[in-house]
């Protein structure tokens, strides 16, 4: 590490770790203490608040880590440009890519990290909190939803068949391999008419298929009426008892939310909802997997873009520092929302939809440090 890196590095790790601290401040303010305070007003233990506070950490650092780093330079090369320092090290012939150098080293090193811990560490972190919370609402509550509750939407028997199928109580692993569903309900289609509703107190897995028993199933027919007629089901002769879902193990990856499943179970979960014909489903968890290591590269797009422009922001204060940063961020944000959104639609592949936004910002951080490099734009 040379003198030139050391420098650059001192200007902005410390606005770095002050911009983490602001913008997680910011963040938990605006969406997770709003719901701790419900929690604490229905006579929540302090240690047990402080707990979901320290499951949520992860989930907000890898949001705010790469806007720190956006901040952290629009601030820093902003004071190196404003006291002449990045004419002086023009002057000696040092450019400004390999200015730049320390920076991009700086946030591939605090990108990388957080790659790693999203594959498995937030998903768990997010598993736990959202437990934790769902504990807490139901006190005092009913509601029987379980944490293991999922639903499936697969291809039915027949052609132009549908099954809705619902399990509240989840996957149950017992000894010698044997599974179970417990509390299975089953709204059968046909021809996009509900035809049938099954219910089950449970349903036992034939073993090395993927086939599911129902036991005590109860069926009713349904009667069904579009504009004009009704209709009766004349399928009601037809006993139900079993149904292909999947086997249990690929089965539990279901009933957590998308953020909840590792990413070693989220391939599981995408093919099995594809291989149901729940395609949106199946996007969503693609999308999700790339998303994780997509999103913490944003470090290194706000880097190559924020140096660049603090050398040219030689008059702005740190309020106009902080609001170029939420400006970009917000323009950065709503850009992986499009592109993901259009591939969840199946418009783009999930490695497309998800490094898109990258490369573009990495295309515009590119031409920000050659135009700097080029004009010697430094106020």
């Not at 963040?27 to 979901?52: D, N, R, S, Y």
């Not at 806007?67 to 952290?72: C, F, T």
């Not at 599911?212 to 009704?230: F, G, N, R, Y």
């Not at 591939?343 to 590119?366: F, T």
Request: hydrophobic content about 50%; glycine content about 10%; aromatic content about 8%.
């Amino acid at each position: 590490m040379t003198r030139t890196d050391r420098i650059v590095l001192l200007e902005i790790v410390g606005p770095f770790f002050g911009s983490v601290l602001l913008f997680t401040s910011l963040f938990l303010a605006a969406g997770e203490l709003q719901k701790l305070a419900e929690f604490a007003q229905k006579g929540v233990p302090v240690t047990e608040l402080l707990t979901m506070v320290a499951y949520t950490m992860p989930y907000v650092l890898a949001y705010t880590i790469p806007m720190a780093m956006l901040l952290a330079t629009l601030l820093g090369f902003g004071r190196l440009s404003g006291d002449s320092e990045i004419v002086a090290l023009f002057a000696s012939g040092t450019s400004f890519p390999r200015i730049m150098v320390p920076v991009i080293g700086f946030a591939l090193a605090i990108a990388l990290p957080i790659i790693v811990v999203n594959q498995s560490m937030i998903p768990i972190a997010n598993q736990r909190r959202e437990e934790m919370a769902r504990s807490v609402r139901q006190r005092g509550s009913t509601a029987a939803a379980t944490s293991d509750a999922f639903t499936l939407v697969v291809n039915g028997a027949q052609q132009d068949q549908r099954y809705l199928v619902r399990s509240e109580g989840g996957v149950h692993f017992g000894k010698d391999g044997t599974a179970f569903l417990d509390r299975v309900g089953i709204l059968i289609f046909e021809h996009g008419l509900a035809v049938k509703a099954v219910g089950a107190a449970r349903a036992e897995w034939k073993l090395g298929t993927n086939t599911w028993t129902l036991v005590d199933e109860k069926q009713s027919p349904l009667w069904m009426a579009d504009s004009a007629t009704l209709l009766v089901n004349t399928s009601k002769s037809v006993a139900f008892r079993e149904v292909t879902l999947g086997k249990p193990k690929d089965l539990s990856t279901l009933a957590p939310k998308v953020t909840e499943v590792t990413s070693a179970e989220l391939p599981t979960r995408a093919r099995v909802l594809r291989e149901n014909g729940d395609l949106p489903g199946a996007r969503e968890a693609e999308i999700e997997q790339q998303g994780r290591i997509s999103f913490p590269l944003a470090a290194l797009v706000f880097a190559m873009v924020g140096a660049p422009l603090g050398v040219q922001r030689t008059r702005s204060g740190k309020g106009m520092g902080f609001g170029f940063s939420v400006l970009i961020t917000f323009v950065y944000w709503t850009t992986v929302q499009i592109f993901q959104a259009v591939g969840k639609g199946g418009g783009l592949p999930p490695v497309a939809a998800c490094e898109i936004p990258n490369v573009l910002g990495i295309v515009a951080g590119i031409w920000l440090i050659w135009r700097v490099a080029q004009k010697g734009a430094v106020n």
